[in-house]
């Protein structure tokens, strides 16, 4: 079973592309992740783990979500390999987003498109189209 649960705050705003040869949309953003325990200094550490939503669900978490906000996000670890503009193999390691909920309301009063506590789930249409 590959399934992840994560609550955290985007570490900037999301990043809207769409594929050259399909043109489905894709969002990518940080999320930065309080660990459970504290260190040595008291303090709690955070990870900052990329993100990475397809179609529909991409569009609206770059229309909907900006820098700081809070959200909680279940989906599945996404690995994949490719090769860097020096020719060297890189892996990199995401979190494919299913679902999405928004935990606190924008700082922005008139962009409240998407009201608190909503949840939306990725459509993935036809699995052929998914690309990886």
Known sequence: ??????????????????????????????????????????????????????????????????????????????TRKYQAQDGTNRFVTEVLVNEVKFLDKPKNKNSDLMPTDESISADWGNEDDIPF
Not at 35 to 61: Q, T
């Open 1 to 78: 079973m590959n399934h992840v649960v994560l609550i955290g705050r985007l570490t900037s705003d999301p990043k809207l592309a769409y594929m050259p040869n399909s043109g489905i949309a894709v969002t990518r953003f940080n999320l930065a992740v309080e660990r459970n325990f504290k260190n040595e200094k008291g303090k709690k550490d955070v990870d900052f783990i990329p993100i990475i939503c397809f179609r529909k669900l991409a569009e609206i978490v770059a229309n909907n979500l900006t820098k700081g906000r809070l959200i909680s996000i279940h989906g599945s670890i996404l």
